[in-house]
């Protein structure tokens, strides 16, 4: 894993409901919230969720695409910046994350999801 790399995990475990929407939100009590975009401070973000809380925002209002692992929320946290969950087969378990991308950026919800999968797979292929 580049240890430079802009993609960061933000939640060590798998956050439940309360959890993942606390993390949603983990930037709005910073100061100067009306003058500065949180678009640098969110984006490139991620943790895991269980498969619950993973279907449940699936359900919550379409999607704005689905891409075979992964799925982008149709409404945006700023800008071009929305979340986007995976559902990833990493060392044969299938495990769900959700992440923070700018979709003005190509292709990335697909680095995002590399960067994840080498990031939740390292440790087994050091061993």
């Known amino acids: 894993m580049n240890p430079f790399s802009p993609n960061r995990k933000v939640y060590q475990g798998i956050a ?8 949603f939100d983990r930037h709005a009590q910073r100061p ?9 401070l969110y984006s490139g ?16 209002l ?7 692992d992964m799925f982008a929320l149709r409404e945006f946290l700023t800008d071009s910046i929305t979340s ?3 559902t990833l087969r ?22 995002m999801r590399d960067a994840i999968v080498e990031r939740e797979s390292w440790p087994v292929k050091a061993m």
């Open 84 to 86: 986007v969950f995976y």
């Open 45 to 60: 973000e991620w943790f895991q969720v269980g498969p619950v809380e993973h279907d449940y925002m699936l359900e919550i």
């Open 90 to 111: 990493i060392d044969g378990k299938t495990r769900y994350f959700h992440a923070y991308c700018d979709l003005n950026v190509a292709r990335s919800a697909a680095e």
């Open 16 to 23: 439940d409901r309360r959890q993942m929407f606390r993390l």
């Open 62 to 68: 379409p999607p704005l695409w689905m891409r075979g």
């Open 32 to 40: 100067n919230r009306e003058h500065v975009d949180a678009g640098s």
